[in-house]
């Protein structure tokens, strides 16, 4: 009989596979298979080359999404009749059947797979291998397919099957069976690249799914020739949207029935690639696949998926899943970074022949957004790649004058400054302030804002003197170009007093503070999140003031309005409860504090897991606060406010004026547990791991105490010592290593002597 061959678009590369998984509801897979192959092979003009694979022996179905008959020959007969060639090269090619790949890629190339593959779309390049001739004996001929012997006689035949089909096709999209089964570990462990895992609202699908990836990854990681990456896309199906608490209880949990699927899926993400922070914020905001009458029945979705396109679609939903999908993007970054590296790669790949004013010139705004994006998120040596590579391109086409060119170059010196390279930014901000008086003039906002970020850094350089002196002639020239109410205005105002905060000249910072609060709450609101940030910033002035009172009063008043606008676990509140919690400390409020660190470790519990690092350090962080004090900070008095250092041998909470029944609860919170410590240990190495230098050293310097305390173990401050000096020889701070040098040898010394009056 003739065959008709296939001919398909040529591809530059091998492609993936993708195989889409779920522990339960073998439709809803099927339907995210199908309609994403639809997209997919639409691709490039409908040039995109894709297989589909029915691997769903039990309950096969994919055809019926595209019409296709079940006539024709399909999986069970194209492993059957790789068997069978297998045996024959077995029994006559002894040499060949000792070298698996090599004898898999034998089988591979004397059987012909065309015969068992069917194009089930005239429209685009779309194909699929069903899971078999669907006559009397197909249930006998599936049942009685041995997939662990196929394996058994030749472990290298399904990877390389996988491999075989990918230098033909562009994506390879398998739909593996339900549950657990022999041939679910082929699909998911042995053939892809990329698995897409469905789970629905239940604690067993959810489990169920978890089990079986972090199987396919264990297998991989112990075995040599299966060490492969393999990216893997959680993705919760059957959601009911018109359901908004249920929803979100499932997704992020409640205090009655724990932990929701994010965090299970964080848990599953960090422990599987090794990462030790990662957020699904962004990718489960966008990827949900809701409950409709079309999912749950499993209709023909595949061929509308093109023509819905509102957003409340479930192509919409599809579409957006692949842009982390096709391209391969982990599911921890977010879709804004996904989407600006689509148009920077894109970009690139228009200009690959030389550089062009019509792509180049939006690749540098696409690259300066990322770059943005990059520093918020502390990705300090990606965002200065993409910041250098934004002013390069904007220089070379725009002019070094453009506007554009400059607002590269501020970000790249805010970068500069946020990693603690002060004077390299200096000299930027220095440049771009002559280039805007030369350009717009004095009055300018651009350059009233650049000389801004100069007195700033000028006070991160600790010159106060010339920061204030250049902050008082910013905050004149805003009130003359806007008015004194003007929130630039009060935005400078608001500056120039924290530089006065930080220059110790704190009653001048509380009236500056007072005054940009009043206009702020009068322009803005008394809860606008600019006036709140203020409030709070006043709050911490008050405090260093001794004015604790008052200060405690105007905290309270911003947690009350953060939980009551942002909720109680929003970074905002929980910052706004630290702060109140260090007041209460200064004010030996024991109850007070212990009922906040309390409310934090519920918030952080809520948000990070059971028993999340955050947690575990907040209950302690009383002690560790009031060890602060004992050696630099202000200590409590039995009536709250100051009191003078020579009081505080014992520490504030030891001293002879406070009640002992207030100092007992001070002493069991101090205990010894190191837990808080190593925490802190294990975020500097991971500074250190990712570059983040400013923030390690930042980090280190507030260590340098601590580690060298006699209450800390051996092995704590081996370890601290050795990530400190590392912080310090990677920056080049020879005065630093020397003085932390200096410090253990001063504390083994007082150790020594110590052991000796004992």
């Not at 409950?291 to 599809?318: H, K, P, Y």
């Amino acid at each position: 009989m003739e065959i008709n061959r296939i001919t398909l678009p040529p591809i530059p590369a091998p492609g993936d596979v993708t195989t889409f998984y779920s522990f339960e509801s073998g439709t809803a897979r099927s339907s995210a298979l199908a309609n994403m192959a639809v997209l997919l092979a639409g691709g490039n003009n409908a040039t995109v080359p894709v297989l589909m694979i029915d691997w769903d022996t039990e309950s096969p179905g994919l055809h019926h999404a595209f019409g296709a008959g079940g006539d024709g020959p399909g999986l069970l007969e194209y492993f059957a009749a790789l068997k069978e060639h297998l045996e024959m090269l077995v029994r006559s090619q002894a040499e060949c059947a000792r070298d698996d790949e090599r004898l898999a890629r034998a089988v591979l190339e004397a059987v012909d797979w065309e015969p068992f593959v069917a194009r089930v779309d005239q429209s685009r390049p779309l194909y699929l291998m069903r899971a078999g001739r669907f006559d009397g004996s197909y249930g006998e001929r599936a049942g009685a397919m041995d997939w662990d012997g196929l394996f058994a006689a030749c472990p290298a035949l399904f990877r390389c099957f996988g491999e075989h089909m990918a230098r033909r096709f562009r994506h390879v999209m398998v739909d593996a069976r339900s549950g657990r089964s022999a041939a679910v570990s082929i699909c998911t462990t042995l053939l892809p690249r990329k698995l897409v895992a469905l789970f629905t609202p239940n604690q067993r699908s959810l489990e169920g799914m978890c089990g079986v990836v972090n199987r396919a990854i264990e297998y991989r990681c112990s075995h040599e020739d299966e060490q492969r990456p393999l990216l893997v896309y959680p993705v919760p199906c059957s959601i009911d949207s018109a359901d908004c608490e249920r929803r979100l209880q499932w997704r992020r949990g409640d205090a009655v029935k724990g932990g929701g699927y994010q965090r299970a899926l964080e848990k599953l993400l960090r422990e599987a690639y090794g990462v030790s922070r990662i957020s699904l914020d962004s990718y489960l905001d966008e990827v949900q696949l809701q409950q409709t009458n079309a999912m749950a029945s499993g209709e023909t979705l595949a061929e509308c998926a093109g023509r819905e396109g509102d957003r409340f679609s479930l192509a919409r939903t599809f579409e957006t899943l692949l842009d982390w999908v096709a391209d391969g993007h982990f599911p921890w970054q977010s879709h804004a970074e996904v989407g600006l590296l689509g148009r920077v790669g894109v970009a690139r790949a228009l200009s690959a022949d030389g550089i062009s004013t019509a792509v180049s010139v939006p690749l540098a705004g696409d690259l300066r957004r990322l770059g943005e994006l990059y520093r918020r998120q502390g990705r300090e040596r990606q965002a200065q790649e993409c910041f250098k590579e934004s002013t390069d391109l904007r220089e070379r086409l725009l002019g070094p004058d453009h506007a554009d060119t400059r607002a590269s170059r501020a970000s790249l010196a805010g970068l500069l400054r946020q990693t603690g390279k002060l004077h390299e930014a200096k000299f930027l901000y220095e440049l771009l302030e002559q280039d805007c008086l030369r350009l717009l003039g004095a009055g300018h906002p651009e350059t009233l804002a650049v000389r801004g970020e100069l007195a700033a850094t000028l006070a991160d350089l600790n010159d106060f003197a010339a920061a204030l002196e250049l902050h008082e002639e910013l905050g004149a020239a805003w009130e003359r170009r806007f008015g004194p109410d003007h929130a630039m205005t009060l935005a400078s105002l608001d500056a120039q007093a924290g530089t006065l905060a930080r220059a110790g000249k704190l009653t001048l910072a509380r009236m500056k503070y007072e005054r940009v609060l009043i206009g702020r709450e009068r322009l803005l609101g008394a809860e606008h999140d600019d006036t709140l940030r203020c409030t709070q910033q006043l709050a911490l002035v008050l405090r260093r003031l001794g004015d604790l009172a008052n200060g405690r009063k105007l905290q309270e008043g911003v947690v009350r309005a953060r939980e009551r606008h942002a909720g109680a676990d929003h970074p905002d509140t929980l910052q706004a409860l630290e702060a109140l919690a260090d007041i209460l400390a200064d004010q030996c409020d024991v109850k007070g504090v212990q009922e906040v660190d309390a409310a934090l470790a519920r918030s952080y519990r809520r948000r990070f897991g059971v028993e999340p690092p955050q947690a575990a350090s907040v209950e302690r962080r009383l002690a560790a606060r009031l060890g602060q004090q004992d050696e630099s900070g202000p200590a409590c008095a039995q009536g709250g406010g100051p009191r003078p250092q020579a009081a505080l041998s014992a520490g504030p909470h030891e001293a002879e004026s406070v009640p002992a029944a207030m100092r007992q609860p001070f002493r069991e919170l101090r205990g010894a547990d190191p837990d808080s410590l190593e925490l802190r240990l294990a975020e500097l190495e991971h500074l250190i791991d990712n570059q983040r230098d400013a923030e390690a050293r930042e980090l280190a310097d507030s260590l340098g105490k601590i580690v060298l305390r006699p209450s800390v173990a051996p092995h704590l401050r081996r370890r601290g010592g050795a990530l400190i000096r590392q912080v310090y020889d990677m920056q080049g701070d020879k005065d630093a290593r020397i003085a932390y040098g200096e410090a253990e040898v001063a504390s083994l010394e007082g150790a020594l002597m110590e052991a000796k009056g004992g």
